[in-house]
């Protein structure tokens, strides 16, 4: 939120069970800043595309909640 990004309930169902299997499955001194920061980078370029998608389609739903979302779909292919 604090930089105008919400998750949908399911996108951060996804995020909070993978980040918990992470830490489960870490090494003495695995640092997961950097994975985090990996993972949200990727998560806005599948945002960003899904967004332009919608674009060329259907613009008139490209309200400032649907650019402020980070869907399910915008995380799901990369953590499963």
Do not use: M, W
Not at 25 to 39: F, G, P, S
């Amino acid at each position: 939120k604090k930089c105008g990004l919400e998750l949908e309930p399911a996108a951060e169902a996804i995020l909070c069970e993978h980040f918990k299997t992470l830490c489960a499955n870490r090494q003495e001194h695995y640092c997961n800043a950097n994975t985090v920061r990996n993972i949200f980078q990727r998560v806005f370029q599948r945002q960003a595309l899904r967004l332009n998608k919608i674009k060329k389609e259907t613009p008139e739903v490209l309200t400032k909640e649907a650019l402020s979302l980070i869907s399910a779909e915008d995380v799901s292919s990369l953590i499963n």
